[in-house]
């Protein structure tokens, strides 16, 4: 199945995607079956150098299948893969150690300390002691470098598993829902550590079910539904072109349903407790309307975000009714 409205790019197309050092991963009509069940039905998309990618869909939909063709653990049963130039299956020892994979059972030294894990780790990729330090550092792990890993919060070690898919310094890091579980400091704390990879130009794959985290960390998400990608685009294209209608909230003590129901531009009008719901495309026009009527004060702008579209696409939508912002 080809990728679908909003966007109908896979990321395949020529330009900066077409130069080979450009490009981290390069997908080609994957296709993988279990049995009869088309875990992963045809997908294609490319991955840029240095982008930070989402990865989203409802259980079963195929990612971590798809993740697992990519990291070389799974082989796919059709279809081209290209991780960094090269193939990642059959396991390729010299494209390993340039790929960091976090998964969600990650496995710890549980007896020694938070260093000395990320130390044994350094000298199974036969790196220096220097990069587990730098490594803890790049999680904000520092303070806690002597205290054993059994005694880490919930948070610290999942902060501990990204440092130990980093402490090789790889180029491409695999990030398996890092922030489940986390409460919504730690998971704040945590998007800033991912910010800063980022940052440092490496290359970010990332599952996660937190549809406000993709939107606010990816460069681009794909959604996948039933093994296929059913949308790949930034998350402010996505959310753009699938929702072009502005919902304007009112409260109903500035104007009647029948002054709202008159203005030109406006396409619907609904009552909720205290307030009157305007849709239009075009709120610029009906928000001086409103204006001329009543003025502003109390009037919203409700925007969709990642999660409408998502829920949209993936089959369980409902009219958005995302974050809102005052007029005045
Ligand atoms: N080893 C396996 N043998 C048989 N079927 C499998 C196997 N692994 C996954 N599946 C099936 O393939 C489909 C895709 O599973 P996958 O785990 O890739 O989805 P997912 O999007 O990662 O889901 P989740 O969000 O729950 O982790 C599901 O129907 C799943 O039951």
Redo the contacts with the bound molecule.
């Keep these: 199945m080809t990728p679908t409205a909003p966007s109908a790019s896979p990321g395949n197309q020529a330009g900066p995607d077409g130069d080979p050092s450009a490009q981290a991963v390069v997908l080609d009509a994957v296709h993988k079956r ?2 009869d ?1 088309n ?1 992963v039905d045809g997908v294609s998309f490319t991955v840029r150098r240095g982008e930070f990618f989402g990865l989203l ?1 409802p ?7 798809l993740v697992e063709i990519m990291e070389g653990q799974r082989k796919a049963d059709s279809g081209t893969v290209t991780v960094l130039g090269t193939s990642p299956w059959p396991r390729n020892p010299e494209l390993l150690p340039r790929l960091g994979v976090q998964t969600q059972s990650s496995a710890f030294f549980v007896r020694l300390t938070a260093r000395e894990h990320l130390r044994t780790m350094a000298a199974l990729y036969r790196t220096d002691h220097a990069a587990a330090d730098r490594a803890l550092a790049s999680v904000g792990l520092t303070e806690q470098g002597g205290t054993r890993v059994d005694d880490l919060s919930g948070g610290q070690r999942q902060r501990l598993a990204i440092a130990s898919a980093l402490v090789h310094e790889p180029e491409v890091i695999f990030l398996d829902e890092p922030t489940a579980a986390l409460d919504p400091q730690a998971r704040r704390a945590l998007w800033q550590v991912l910010r800063d990879l980022k940052g440092e130009g490496r290359t970010i794959i990332y599952t996660t079910h937190h549809l406000d985290e993709a939107e606010a960390l990816c460069d681009r998400v794909a959604i ?1 539904a039933d093994g296929a990608v059913v949308a790949l685009d930034s998350p402010a294209h996505l959310i753009a072109a699938a929702a072009p209608t502005t919902r304007l909230v009112v409260p109903d003590d500035r104007i009647t349903l029948e002054q709202a129901q008159a203005i030109e531009g406006v396409d619907a009008v609904t009552e909720e407790p205290g307030a009157l719901v305007l849709e239009t495309l075009e709120s610029g026009k009906v928000l001086a309307a409103i204006d001329a009527l009543a003025g502003l004060r109390g009037v919203q702008t409700r925007t969709a975000g990642l999660e409408d579209v998502y829920l949209a696409l993936t089959g369980t939508g409902t009219g958005f009714d995302g974050g809102t912002t005052p007029q005045r």
Aim: hydrophobic share 25%; no cysteine; charged share 15%.
């Design positions: 279990y049995g069940r875990a869909g259980n079963g939909a195929g990612k971590t299948t996948m």
